[in-house]
């Protein structure tokens, strides 16, 4: 019985109880009012957490235990409802104090656009910044039907900002015809369909690199994520996630920072969607923070 | 077989086929941006069309039948996702146009902030407007957070518009203290928990003015309407909203407009809502267009 | 931002920080491993702390705030899975020491025989105890199909311990025979299908006595909290069950504690249940903690 | 342990192993082909007699056991998928052998279409028979867009045949013009909305005269029954049909033969339709079988 | 905002507005009266269409967009209920017509029994029909119970017809006995447990022959699937179904007619299997009508 | 029409009507009051058996069909709700009486702790005997929290009596550090991730002996097995699981006894996993019984 504290609820399982002595610091973006299809993944985070209670400590594939690695979870970052401009304020900001302060972010979102002021914070530390990036789709719009903020132009910031030539976009299977010329003519990289089989080939020539991680849950086919907003069929099965965050943790590159965003608790009846992206959640604690 | 025309799919059911001579226009406002708890309503107008080829077209309520009433189903108004002002722009112009060209406007939302550029357009063309507002909640707010634009202000800005002496709000069972205090002073109607008794008291007043009725779908109890956004125990029935809308209908006063929001179908897996959301616009089709 | 103190997640909405301070505590007792049905409530607890974040603070019909009233969430008891007999021990020891230290007990079940350990530590306390159930099930078995530690008991074990006069029944519209024959004959009160009414009527009676007030959830018709264990068609409605709180609220018994049992979250996809219980907590706290 | 013996499983709780013993025969007639909306009603003969492990085999309306009445659940009648006519046949067939036998039909739909052949089997044996109908439909079309064999239809096939005269229908809030109107007409009885009311009314006429109690689920709210092909809003809580029960059974009326029908389980996840169902079966059971 | 003609609601993405200008028409077989299992495909072709909007309109396998071709989304074909004979006959006519105006068919079922007029259609038009059928069940069944009328049947139906030898069976897992045995003696293919490997062997071998292409979604595991009547495990993925569809659209077979069978949406909570149909139809469109 | 003898309802497809006749008996063990994480698995063999009406009677992978078996479904062996070990020792004297009548024990769980009492019972009789073991977990706990009668325990308790080298554990990837080190230690066989390929290393060095195979629906991957308590990303496909069970039905193993254990229905809204759970059954059945 613990009477004489704050009580601790909703954290991921085994997580430190102080910010200072942590190495790395997972948070919740509960943001989603840009989505043009389903929305729901505001509340992806809490249940994620939640569910991480089913969760054993230890990876089987990793060989490591979650008390090997000192994370906090600092909970939600508190974004203004439907407020697309000043919620991307909020979480650079937040973003840049956890780097100033030597932690590595650990992010889950929420819609994919959270990644984009993830990704300006990152890239003002790390200059030589790489994006590694796992999703059905390009994201490359500039706009969605005249919006620029939208969940379908982050990887399109992010391109231009650091260089297109630096983003590596793995298990694409959807986006309009323009986003792809564009991918090809600016030198951006996309692998169609497959993630670890071009990931194996793509990671040596960024050993040492800086690179930041940034997984869209629909990347999974359907059958293994049919909590999200967008499901597209023809997608990678759960198995081959796993395998390739393992690739990413067992090459030479340097992740110095990762997200997981677009789980959508209300599409996902059995939970299983929210259990999985728990379990990618330990596995990239464990790979990824050294 | 139709093959030499546009085929009409998902309109509600018997809509007129020509805009032209219709009396009333139907149409959806599916924005959800701005709500602060579970979106989904975005796909209420549709889902609640679909239903409705359960409707029997007759009410044996009003011994009318729908035939008798002509109304344009017009689809619904293409939102920006995420960009809430330029959302209510659109509707206030689409709205205005409607007035302009003589139509009753019968509104599905959406989140209930769809209801204000409604009112607005409806008040620049009867100064003299009252509004009938059904819902759980009092909807007050001058902001949420900080956000002036949000589902939790649309009857503030309204009272502020027109006179809040001309608004009645009925059902109300949640709210800010602030909010039932501010209805006080400035004298505007709250009638907490129940719809139709002080309904039956409030209309011989309202006799011959132009009236707006907004009905947020939450006014009905869970058990009733489970698919919406922010559901509150403590409600009315199904049963009792009918009798308002028939008690309306059967009044002296004079409907020039109404809507009824929140309804989201992803919570509402027996889609017992959006049956019940059909069967309410058929009620305020035959009821209010005389 | 919250960086430098543990994050207080999943608590239930307005929950004070400090235990010492604070009048009342909230628990969550997750246990439902003797249920003879549909399990399912250990997950009760969490689910109705987090939809409490959708509730208002603000009470329309107690006029009173939750800031008001200084309550802390002290999460969930850790029971052993499948071990009734020591889960009970626990429960009782943490009853004690919550009574030792001057605290108001709310509990959320778990099932219902959770409310039995509780019962005999506010027993010792008072010994002039009374308790007003509110219930679809008689729970006056003396063990089903051999078990006496079952959650179709607690009320039998209560009454035998604090004598049956002192225990009132409202809502009962199911039992075995033989349950209501000894409810007759040993003097217990069992009123029949109501709540309100009967409450109304024995409340005055009780003026000045230390009650405990146990709720079991499925009181109410299945219309109203389809996500419990044992639904059972008759019952009141949630509107009933907030009028009969507020009834106990105003009168003049002395409230030593109260449980609230039975949510269970998976069937409940709505989430209406977890939603009106939250409600219902929100209400025991500001009625019967002064 | 019952090893030397055939095994039975899904049979309503508490039926009697032995049908020559039997006064009543509980049978499914899980058809659902000529449903014009949501099919699924086959599968609720099934699911209601699962759930019924739930029920207590006491009626704390009735004061009555399951053990006192000997009925005998004959399970599913198989009728062939796709072919109503021969289903219709058969049922028919199989009901004429019931009442040849002496025993008490009770049945279990399956779509409304069902009660048609039972009925037919019931006049021939009681000429001055009497049916008393709880639906939210009229039924009274004479085919369904062309059909004559549709869930539309049953009650004016009955009332062709056994007049008009001798038909009530209760809670009756949906249905073409037409078919209000023929009611009028040949002098059937249709009260509107209320069940309780005009059924305490009507039930001293009916005294000694053999009554076919045919109850669709859907006259109850959706709120109370979710779980059925065509919800309606503005029904009877389930209180007031077990109400209703309870009426015909302390009347002096001879009810010599009831159905429940419309209970379709997909569209029932927390199940609560299936329980209420098996409820009512059970009150059908100790309130009918003298 | 389009006020002057009709709304155009519930069609495919990207549907062409004029019937005459199209090359296909894309049509649903709403039908699902004969199934022996779960019933509900009758809602398919309108929930495929409902999620089109999530579709991009680029097909990154096939690097088309759909507004390269032309094609109209005609709705359902209204078809009586229960009444199997008279829709069959009806959609033999509706084929019969789209054949005679030089339209490609491309349909959305509906049981698979909808499969046996178009083919009877196609026929007549292409005596030297092939046909490519993927699925989980051989449905060679003559009947069922007695039922000639079944969706067991079709294939056997049209094998008769065509003659076995220009029937190719792909992934089937599940049949009777003498389904498998009657298939090898008359000489039909059957090609169990997968699709993509024995198709690449028949392709060639059917070089310039007219093909009509049925799919039953059950084909796909259950994972993939689950929104299917009978769901059958040990299915093929999403990923080989779509790299089938490219096979047979890169082959020079000449691809005449084709459907898409069994999407049951209310077994379908995460509504994966109509995105996933919905996605399949996109590429059908884009591989098919050339 | 069955009218003299007792219905048998509930029972898989096929059972045969006499025990005595018997090879095999299927039975249910509705045990789930140990589960630590989601409960509900009680319930799996009721709705396996009932889903198990829309199964072929004919293996196409196996070339066998159920009526060339005899076996008995006893239903489910009645248990006391909420104790242990009460339960486990009545399942133990039930495999005792089965196997002392010459029958082969075919179970459905209920969680897996039941494995551990038919497996006591299987070593009194076959003192060589040799478990495989499929499953996402080690379930090597000595005890869970203190609870050493736990679902995370009966594959150490069985390892301890039978002797480490004789368990062979399948597609497991997830379980505590300690129990992967302790199986290492004492020479029990975990093959990680993979079941298919080292089983068909491993059955060969097992030819000739006692095989009881024991089976945890959650080594399929939540995409293939959503409806279980504890999902685990990563997991294998059914077609690998099929394909398993033939490869031990085709072996020189002498299977002595089966089980598949923790369906839990309440997760799998669409009955996918009870559906995959009874054709596993019907292919043990087929494969196993010689």
Same mark, same amino acid.
């Given at each position: 019985m613990r009477f004489d504290e704050a009580y601790s609820g909703n954290v991921f399982i085994k997580s430190h109880p102080n910010y200072e002595e942590s190495q790395a610091v997972l948070y919740g973006m509960p943001m989603d009012w840009t989505v043009s299809y389903r929305p729901g993944s505001?509340?992806?985070?809490?249940?994620?957490?939640?569910?991480?209670?089913?969760?054993?400590?230890?990876?089987?594939?990793?060989?490591?235990?979650?008390?090997d690695v000192k994370y906090f979870d600092a909970g939600d970052i508190p974004l203004p =409802? /439907?407020?697309?401009?000043?919620?991307?304020?909020?979480? %650079?900001?937040?973003?840049?104090?956890?780097?100033?302060?030597? +932690? #590595?972010?650990?992010g889950m979102g929420g819609e994919h656009l959270v990644s984009w002021p993830v990704i300006k914070a990152m890239y003002k530390k790390y200059p030589d910044l790489v994006i590694i990036h796992m999703d059905?789709?390009?994201?490359?719009?500039?706009?969605?039907?005249?919006?620029?903020?939208?969940?379908?132009?982050?990887?399109?910031?992010?391109?231009?900002?650091?260089?297109?030539?630096?983003?590596?976009? =793995? /298990?694409?299977?959807?986006?309009?015809?323009?986003?792809? %010329?564009?991918?090809?003519?600016?030198?951006?990289?996309?692998? +169609? #369909?497959d993630v670890h089989k071009p990931l194996m080939e793509v990671l040596p020539k960024l050993a040492g690199r800086p690179v930041y991680v940034t997984i869209d849950i629909d990347v999974l086919d359907p059958a293994h994520a049919p909590g999200t907003g967008t499901v597209d069929a023809g997608g990678i099965t759960s198995r081959e996630l796993l395998a390739s965050i393992h690739e990413i943790a067992r090459s030479n590159v340097n992740v110095v920072?990762?997200?997981?965003?677009?789980?959508?608790?209300?599409?996902d009846p059995s939970e299983q969607t929210a259990n999985t992206a728990s379990k990618l959640i330990r596995e990239m604690i464990l790979g990824f923070v050294k």
């Open positions: 505001r509340f992806g985070p809490t249940r994620i957490r939640e569910v991480s209670i089913g969760l054993e400590e230890y990876s089987a594939y990793l060989d490591r235990e979650l008390e =409802f /439907g407020n697309p401009q000043k919620s991307l304020d909020l979480i %650079e900001e937040y973003i840049d104090q956890l780097l100033a302060e030597g +932690k #590595f972010p650990l059905a789709h390009t994201d490359l719009r500039t706009d969605y039907e005249g919006e620029p903020l939208s969940h379908s132009t982050p990887i399109r910031k992010a391109a231009e900002l650091i260089g297109p030539s630096n983003v590596y976009s =793995f /298990g694409i299977r959807s986006g309009m015809k323009e986003e792809f %010329e564009w991918a090809k003519e600016v030198g951006m990289h996309i692998y +169609k #369909f920072g990762a997200d997981l965003v677009e789980v959508a608790p209300i599409y």
